[in-house]
C-alpha cells in the first residue's frame, strides 16, 4: 500500500471523523482528544494523520502535501481549490445563510449591500446570481456584530440552529446553501495511488452505511 497522508481540520467535526475513520479501520493508536499532537500515524505506518486549521486543509491537499483531507464543504467553496471532491461524509450539518436586522427588506427589493463576511468569496458569488452588487467586508469572529453597529447591512455565515441569529436581533433573510464535512483528494495523488486512495474511500463509505 502506498504511504498515504490525510490532513483533517480541527474543530468541532474532528472527533467524529476520528470515529469514522476508526469505524472504517484506519486507526491511530497515539491519538487521544486532548493531546497536543499534530502527526499520528496507524500502527501498519501506512497512514499519517495532520492536524491543521480548517481554512488551511485545501491548501495541504492542492500542494500534495496531502493526499486526502477532510474539511468542511463552507472551506472548500471559499478555497476554490484544484482538489476532487470525492465523499460527503455527513457530518457536520449545517448552512450558508444571509442573515440581517428584521427590517432588512427582501433581496429583491435592495439595489445593492454591503457585507460581512468570513466567506467573501461565497458572499460575492451568490449576489452576484442575484444581480446585487455589494462591498464586502472580511470578518474573522463575531460577524454577527457587524450590521448590529452598522458596519454591514447583512451577514453571510453558517448556520446550524440559527440561536445565535436570534439572540442577537437578527433574522435569516435567504438560505445559500447546505453544507457538511467531505472528503478531498490531490489529483496528482488520485492518479499515481489510485488504489491505496480508493480502498480508504471504500472503506469509510462501508463505515457510513455501518453506521446509519
Do not use: W
Not at 181 to 202: E, H, M, P, W, Y
Amino acid at each position: 500500500m502506498d504511504q498515504l497522508t490525510i490532513a483533517l481540520a480541527k474543530g468541532r467535526t474532528a472527533k467524529q471523523a476520528i470515529k469514522l475513520l476508526q469505524n472504517a479501520d484506519i486507526t491511530f493508536p497515539d491519538f487521544h482528544p486532548s493531546s497536543r499532537k499534530l502527526v499520528f500515524r496507524n500502527p501498519e505506518n501506512t497512514v499519517k494523520l495532520v492536524f491543521v486549521k480548517s481554512v488551511d486543509v485545501c491548501t495541504y491537499v492542492e500542494t500534495g502535501a496531502a493526499d486526502i483531507g477532510v474539511v468542511g464543504k463552507d472551506n472548500i467553496l471559499e478555497a476554490d481549490a484544484d482538489i476532487y471532491e470525492l465523499l460527503d461524509l455527513r457530518l457536520g450539518k449545517c448552512k450558508f445563510c444571509v442573515a440581517g436586522p428584521k427590517n432588512t427588506p427582501p433581496l429583491e427589493r435592495v439595489d445593492q449591500l454591503t457585507v460581512a463576511s468570513k466567506y467573501p468569496r461565497v458572499a460575492k458569488q451568490y449576489f452576484l446570481k442575484k444581480g446585487i452588487p455589494i462591498e464586502t467586508i472580511k470578518l474573522n469572529g463575531s460577524v454577527e456584530l457587524a450590521p448590529i453597529i452598522g458596519m454591514a447591512d447583512v451577514i453571510v455565515d453558517i448556520v446550524e440552529t440559527g440561536n445565535t441569529i436570534r439572540e442577537n436581533g437578527l433574522k435569516i433573510i435567504a438560505d445559500i446553501k447546505d453544507i457538511s464535512t467531505r472528503l478531498i483528494v490531490n489529483k496528482a495523488s488520485f492518479a499515481t495511488k489510485t488504489g491505496s486512495i480508493q480502498r480508504i474511500i471504500d472503506q469509510i463509505k462501508s463505515g457510513l452505511e455501518c453506521s446509519v
